[in-house]
């Protein structure tokens, strides 16, 4: 069956840098677009930003241009986020979805932890 | 950036039929899709392109949108249907491509 995992999150200071990844299995990941979403604590759902099948495409969210990157090793299956230059307000659940490519998310993975704090 | 605007809350007796509310300057011409999202788990989508059901979900939860409001209802409702429900649309004004959510609304089931 379809699974996403996470990992990567931890506790890091501000100003600090993160990788996040996101291992995929049971489909054809090189087809799909990939997003991360996050959550806040006591937050919604926030959209992060989305990588097209082939890579080529990349868009984020304002609040985060410059000091994510999202890319994708499709030869591994994996999704991935690099996180720099945190913020307190980066503290969240951050989950990888695949988009069904027509704008929605029908498989998320669990989700993984980045706290921000001194 | 587009705005979707959800009711904090909903509170809805069991076996009674729950409408959540998805609020955006002409929604209906957009493809509104929901998901419902409980403590410590991962969202699920119970509705795409308006008022499709993933397989799986349930025949209660269905959806409609139309002008300036889309709605998710859920009827008989059962207790394990508490949960976050957010609605999302794509955006593609702008400088670029946006995924949208709505702040979301806690669904209490009485």
């Known amino acids: 069956q379809v699974q996403l995992v996470e990992s990567g999150g931890g506790v890091v200071q501000p100003g600090g840098s993160l990788r996040l990844s996101c291992a995929t299995s049971?489909?054809?990941?090189?087809?799909?677009?990939m997003h991360w979403v996050r959550q806040a604590p006591g937050k919604g759902l926030e959209w992060v930003a989305v990588?097209?099948?082939?890579?080529?495409?990349?868009y984020y969210t304002d609040s985060v241009k410059g000091r994510f990157t999202i890319s994708r090793d499709n030869s591994k299956n994996t999704l991935y986020l690099q996180i720099n230059s945190l913020r307190t307000e980066d503290t969240a659940v951050y989950y990888c979805?695949?988009?069904?490519?027509?704008?929605?998310?029908?498989?998320w993975g669990q989700g993984t932890v980045v706290t921000v704090s001194s | 950036s587009y705005v979707l605007t959800q009711p904090p809350s909903v509170s809805v007796a069991p076996g009674k039929t729950a409408r959540i509310t998805c609020g955006g300057n002409?929604?209906?011409?957009?493809?509104v899709h929901w998901y419902q999202k409980k403590p410590g788990q991962a969202p699920v989508l119970v509705i795409f392109?308006?008022?499709d059901r993933p397989s799986g979900i349930p025949e209660r939860f269905s959806g409609s949108n139309s002008g300036n409001t889309a709605t998710l209802t859920i009827s008989r409702v059962e207790a394990g249907d508490e949960a976050d429900y957010y609605c999302?649309?794509?955006?593609?004004?702008?400088?670029?491509?946006?995924?949208?959510f709505g702040g979301g609304t806690k669904l209490t089931v009485l």
């Open positions: 999302q649309v794509w955006d593609s004004n702008g400088d670029h491509p946006n995924w949208v």
């Open positions: 392109y308006d008022f």
């Open positions: 979805a695949r988009e069904t490519g027509a704008t929605d998310f029908d498989c």
């Open positions: 049971g489909f054809s990941f090189s087809a799909y677009a």
């Open positions: 990588i097209s099948y082939d890579g080529s495409n990349k």
């Open positions: 002409n929604i209906g011409s957009k493809n």
